[in-house]
């Protein structure tokens, strides 16, 4: 049976090769993003156990994809605006919705899909402003 940690780095990878937005995905939530943006970072949510013969169970592993898209950057070549961080935060929600859709199921999960609504808010790390949206995604693993 796959773990959740599997599962976690798993989707990572998954993002990584298919991605064309982010410029780094993490299989866990780092301290310091390196001056990267926009970043997903792929951490756990939850978990469920169900026993279904004698001799197995399934499991329900809850994850989520968490995105990072710098706020704004005045002093960038050409300067980056909010309307650039909502545009691109778009963007980036569309690319792993297209990546979620197109691998339902892989050597590591049975199912894998969107949970419910994703939730967009402004936050800060390091001093930084970023958007931020986090997207809810389930996966079965036998």
């Known amino acids: 049976m796959t773990s959740r940690q599997e ?3 798993a989707v990572a990878n998954l993002l ?13 939530l780092p301290s310091d993003f390196g001056g990267k943006s926009p970043i997903v970072c792929i951490t756990g949510a939850g978990s469920e156990r169900t026993r279904i013969t ?4 399934k499991a ?19 300067p980056w605006t909010p309307q650039d961080a909502e545009n691109t935060m778009d963007a980036l929600e569309e690319d792993i919705a297209t990546i979620v ?11 894998l ?7 967009v808010s402004k936050v800060t790390v ?13 996966a079965e693993v036998l």
Do not use: C
Request: glycine residues 4%; proline residues 7%.
């Open 7 to 9: 599962l976690r780095e």
């Open 16 to 28: 990584k090769a298919k991605s064309v937005v982010a410029q780094e995905i993490f299989p866990y």
């Open 54 to 57: 004698s001799r197995g169970s």
């Open 60 to 78: 329900t592993f809850h994850i989520v994809a968490e995105t990072f898209t710098l706020y704004s950057d005045p002093n960038a070549t050409p």
């Open 101 to 111: 859709a197109s691998n339902p199921s892989s050597e590591h999960w049975t199912s």
């Open 113 to 119: 899909m969107y949970e419910t609504t994703s939730a």
């Open 126 to 138: 390091g001093g930084v402003a970023y958007l931020y949206e986090i997207i809810p995604l389930v």
